[in-house]
């Protein structure tokens, strides 16, 4: 993934909090440059680029945006590429999720949980091949163990997510020799931390989550980033495959 012995460069969408921000931190201790991508964040990012640049400088940079207009993505991409002169690595982390049960789902339920998990990620995707193709680089999509075992009442979300695993297995058949993909499918990771997602995961709900999982914990970001790493980093011939980090729930669902 190295070309003149330059660090590789890695774009991180939805990188500035949370699992992101893991994904950022442990991708930028292992060598890379990040570019460090956010829409509403930008304090939390300004706040990660700054520490990181620290750490070592000008290793980091800020790529703000919406991923929900179509239009700029390929932009956001070249801005990305010219952070660092290149691109080696695309992290499709930038996700939204809240419920919607059969009888309340209208058109903007379907756009909007669409384009953030499964439209931006292809359209990215598709704007950093030929970045990738130079550097033989590598996508790491972040998918949802509920792609394969639906979520009850998120309809929508797990259409999404199931949606980007085929995404993920179709891109590493059509991007090879050159480009690996791959996919994450985190289990219990982070609860929800907004008001309205909160509410679907009540106490009695994280019991009974946990309860499901062999490992009878939930995991941490941590987890996340460092299964992301070995995709991106450490696997030279590993394309095509979803590793599932949810503690084993995957086999109780």
Request: charged content about 20%.
């Amino acid at each position: 993934m190295s070309e003149n012995n330059s660090p590789p460069a890695i774009l991180i969408t939805g990188a500035a909090r949370r699992v992101g921000a893991a994904i950022t931190s442990a991708l930028h201790a292992a060598g890379a440059n990040v570019i460090v991508h956010c829409n509403h964040s930008r304090k939390d990012a300004d706040a990660l680029v700054l520490e990181l640049n620290t750490q070592r400088t000008r290793s980091a940079s800020i790529l703000q945006g919406d991923l929900l207009a179509y239009n700029a993505l390929k932009g956001l991409i070249d801005q990305a590429a010219s952070a660092f002169g290149r691109l080696d690595g695309l992290v499709n982390n930038a996700s939204a999720f809240y419920a919607t049960p059969i009888g309340s789902i209208v058109e903007d339920h379907w756009n909007e949980l669409i384009d953030a998990n499964l439209k931006a990620p292809l359209f990215l995707s598709q704007a950093a091949v030929p970045y990738l193709r130079k550097t033989r680089g590598s996508i790491v999509n972040i998918v949802d163990i509920h792609a394969e075992r639906p979520l009850k009442d998120f309809v929508v979300y797990t259409v999404a997510k199931a949606g980007l695993a085929g995404l993920t297995r179709s891109l590493a058949l059509e991007l090879g020799p050159e480009i690996r993909v791959n996919g994450v499918s985190p289990g219990a990771i982070l609860w929800p931390d907004t008001v309205s997602g909160s509410n679907d995961y009540p106490e009695t709900e994280r019991q009974r989550i946990v309860a499901q999982t062999p490992l009878q914990r939930v995991g941490a970001p941590a987890d996340i980033a460092s299964a992301v790493k070995y995709l991106m980093l450490d696997a030279p011939y590993v394309s095509g495959q979803i590793l599932a980090v949810d503690g084993g729930r995957g086999l109780s669902l």
